[in-house]
C-alpha cells in the first residue's frame, strides 16, 4: 500500500481527495499548512505528497524547496489554482516532479499519481541485500547475519526490517510499523511492536541497553540509521 501526504487548506478538498485517494486503495495523511507539510513529511515516511501551491503559513513552493535542500527525494505533485506557466516551470524547477491545476478532475489526478509512483517506484525499494556495522540483512533469503553467523530471524522482523531500510532516517510511528509488519486493519497493541523492536536490537546492536541504530524518538516513534 502506498502511502500520500496531501498538504490541503481547503477542507472540502482535502476530505474529497483523502476519500478519493482511500478509496484507490492508497493510506493518506493530510495537512492544512506548510509548516505542518515540512514537519510531517520530515518526519514519517510517504511515497509520494500531493502539494497545494496556495498555503497559509508557508506556501507549496516554499515548502517544496525546503524538502528538496532538506534531502527528502519522496515524489511531489503540485496543485494550484493558477495557470500561469511561470509558476509551473518554478515549481518544477525546485524539484516538483508534476503539476495539476485547478479545478482537476479526480480522474486526472489518480492517473498522474500512478504515473509518477511508476516512474519512482524503484527509489524506495529495498536492496536484495543491505550491510551496515557487522550486520548483512538478505532480503531475498530473508536471512540476518552478523560476522559471518546467521540469526534466526522471525518474518515479522524481516518486514519491519525492510521498512525501516525503505525509510532510513525518518521516523515511523507505531501505527506505520503496525501496518508493515502485520498489515493495515490489524488489531495489534502498541505494545506488540515495542517488544519487537526490543528484540530486533538484541540482534542487529553491537549494545542493546544503547542502541546505535534503531533509536527511539519520544513521542513519535522509532528511527532507523544503520
Request: proline share 4%.
Amino acid at each position: 500500500m502506498s502511502r500520500i501526504l496531501v498538504v490541503e487548506d481547503e477542507a472540502n478538498i482535502a476530505l474529497g481527495l483523502q476519500d478519493d485517494l482511500t478509496l484507490e486503495g492508497y493510506e493518506v495523511a493530510v495537512a492544512r499548512d506548510g509548516e505542518e507539510a515540512v514537519r510531517v513529511a520530515r518526519g514519517e515516511a510517504f511515497d509520494l505528497i500531493v502539494l497545494d501551491v496556495m498555503l497559509p503559513r508557508k506556501d507549496g513552493l516554499t515548502v517544496c524547496r525546503e524538502l528538496r535542500r532538506g534531502g527528502l527525494k519522496t515524489p511531489i505533485i503540485m496543485l494550484t489554482a493558477r495557470t500561469q506557466e511561470a509558476e509551473k516551470v518554478l515549481g518544477l524547477e525546485l524539484g516538483a516532479d508534476d503539476y495539476v491545476t485547478k479545478p482537476f478532475s479526480p480522474i486526472e489526478l489518480r492517473a498522474r499519481i500512478k504515473a509518477v509512483l511508476r516512474r519512482t517506484g524503484d527509489a524506495g525499494a529495498v536492496p536484495q541485500v543491505y550491510r551496515f556495522g557487522d550486520a548483512e540483512l538478505d532480503f531475498g533469503r530473508c536471512e540476518l547475519r552478523r560476522g559471518g553467523r546467521t540469526i534466526e530471524i522471525t518474518a515479522i522482523e524481516v518486514k519491519l526490517l525492510a521498512a525501516f531500510v525503505r525509510s532510513r532516517g525518518l521516523v515511523l510511528t507505531r501505527d506505520r510499523l503496525l501496518d508493515a509488519g502485520w498489515g493495515v486493519g490489524t488489531h495489534v497493541t502498541d505494545r506488540v511492536v515495542d517488544n519487537h523492536i526490543v528484540a530486533l536490537r538484541r540482534k542487529i546492536e553491537p549494545d542493546p541497553a544503547a542502541p546505535r541504530y534503531l533509536t527511539s524518538v519520544r513521542g513519535m516513534g522509532y528511527r532507523f540509521d544503520g
